[in-house]
């Protein structure tokens, strides 16, 4: 409670308490006392006057240093009007009383938001899971054709699912739900998952492969780590130079994490750009020159690492090359 303000507040009814004071003592000359018997009870007054405003403040301050406790205690702050039964004057009765009925209109429409939410999001994942039949349908399809043209449908059936992968993962991680199921995971075979979805663009970019023979089992949940290997390797065939373009994977290991490297020749990030590669929505340099892009693959990447306890840092030269950190635990 800020004291200075509370003296301004009372300054006029002080004052009022001082005329009153001063008018009595007035009327008592008047009647022909002395002031020698005046001041004694000019200055008992006064001191009453004093005491009064003086303890009232310290009642004051002590009230609200208890709420400033509770408040404190509460992990969910909005609730401290429904637990807060300490209001004695009709005053704070009254204040309490609106702020309990704001209070319950607030709840009220969080609560309806996350029932919209959790319906919106079961909508998102069965459109993408309805999307993902006739895609692969049409997939198979293609494949069973083998002419260019059959070639350049599997390239972008590639795509879309690229796309419906990022919005089914955006739409999850603008909610508290996570369904992460975190276990021992053969890396080789997500990282194998991963290219093969998107086999196409890397063949007919003719992108380069470097892969070891054997990479270590870490901990983390399978799909979450497949959409992260699936977004980062789309950017790199995407964002690929037009000679020789090359992917290479590498890994280090410190400790119990496993730092795999995903790194390419392709056009790089400039120095500028780097910084806010992660940023929602933010395309950059590149970006302007690819007029598909959205700049929300890195940015979920981020998110969903985060989600999951994995590093994820980036490296890059403009035109030299441009280089993914992932850290993940080799040990619960």
């Not at 970006?287 to 981020?302: A, F, H, I, Q, V």
């Amino acid at each position: 409670m800020n004291g200075r303000l509370y003296w301004q507040q009372r300054l006029t009814y002080i004052l009022i308490q001082l005329i009153g004071l001063s008018g009595a003592c007035i009327y008592l000359k008047a009647l022909k006392l002395g002031w020698w018997q005046i001041l004694p009870l000019f200055f008992v007054c006064l001191a009453v006057i004093f005491f009064y405003n003086l303890l009232r403040y310290r009642k004051q301050r002590a009230y609200f240093r208890k709420m400033a406790v509770l408040v404190d205690q509460l992990d969910e702050k909005y609730l401290f009007p429904q637990i807060w039964k300490d209001a004695k004057s009709y005053e704070e009765t009254g204040y309490l009383c609106l702020l309990r009925e704001c209070t319950k209109s607030m709840l009220e429409q969080v609560e309806l938001s996350r029932c919209e939410g959790r319906d919106y999001q079961e909508w998102l994942e069965t459109y993408v899971h309805d999307m993902k039949q006739p895609i692969s349908a049409i997939k198979l399809i293609a494949e069973r054709m083998r002419t260019e043209d059959s070639r350049d449908i599997l390239l972008e059936l590639e795509t879309m699912n690229h796309h419906l992968e990022q919005v089914l993962y955006y739409g999850r991680s603008e909610s508290p739900h996570t369904d992460f199921i975190f276990k021992k995971v053969n890396f080789l075979d997500v990282l194998n998952e991963c290219l093969s979805m998107n086999k196409q663009m890397l063949i007919q970019n003719r992108v380069r492969i470097e892969i070891p023979e054997f990479f270590p089992e870490v901990y983390g949940d399978e799909k979450g780590i497949l959409f992260l290997l699936n977004q980062l390797v789309y950017n790199a065939a995407v964002y690929r130079r037009d000679q020789d373009p090359v992917i290479q994977f590498t890994y280090s290991i410190q400790m119990d994490i496993l730092y795999f490297f995903i790194r390419d020749n392709g056009c790089g990030i400039t120095a500028e750009d780097l910084p806010r590669v992660f940023e929602k929505g933010f395309t950059g340099k590149n970006g302007r020159k690819n007029l598909c892009s959205t700049g929300m693959g890195l940015y979920l990447c981020k998110k969903h690492a985060e989600d999951m306890g994995i590093g994820l840092s980036i490296q890059s030269e403009e035109n030299i090359y441009t280089e993914v950190c992932m850290a993940l635990p080799l040990r619960l």
